[in-house]
């Protein structure tokens, strides 16, 4: 079954990165998922249960993340440094379009080749009372963006840099609920 939703997969991505529309764009040739106001969130590549891998286009870079009818899963970045304060990073697997990442509602999308890190930090929106690390920020009512060290690990990440208003592609202004739209 892995192999069927991975083939899937990476047969929509190969499609929607060829294709003059690209991913995440206003297309009704495939599968999207849309905000409550019908903006194009992205291009579903894969599904389980009630949650979607959705690629879309930011800056110019296909990019993928998960989403479910709440909005964007969130995720985490880590750090080289065990307090948050080198470049982020996002983990990457070597998937054919890398995850972007969503901590605290910030969208963040990778740039630049990954690489091997030694990684010391892990930055994630927690609640309030879970946190038990440093506190990097406030993300909504009861949430923090929480710094934990973690025991020093090799792993492949990219840099990571925030989604703004600016940005081509931006997923800011998408809201909830998110729902399925098929041609």
Known sequence: MDRVLLTVALTLANIAATSDVG???????????????GACVGSVLA???????????IDSRATTFLVTSSGFVETSLVYEDRRCGSQ??????????????????QVSYPVGSASIHLVRARAA?????ACRGTRLGSAASGIVICCVKEHPHR???ASAV??????????????????????
């Open 155 to 157: 792993t492949t990440a």
């Open 125 to 129: 929106a927690v609640r309030e009372s």
């Open 47 to 57: 599904a389980s249960g009630d949650v979607a891998v959705v690629a879309r286009t």
């Open 162 to 183: 925030p989604v703004n208003d600016t940005t081509p592609g931006s997923t800011s202004g998408l809201a909830p609920p998110f729902h399925l739209d098929a041609p």
């Open 23 to 37: 991913l995440g764009s206003d297309s009704r040739s495939g599968i999207t998922v849309r905000d409550a106001a």
């Open 88 to 105: 982020p990073l996002i983990e990457q697997s070597g998937d054919l379009v890398p995850k972007d990442a969503v901590v605290g509602g």
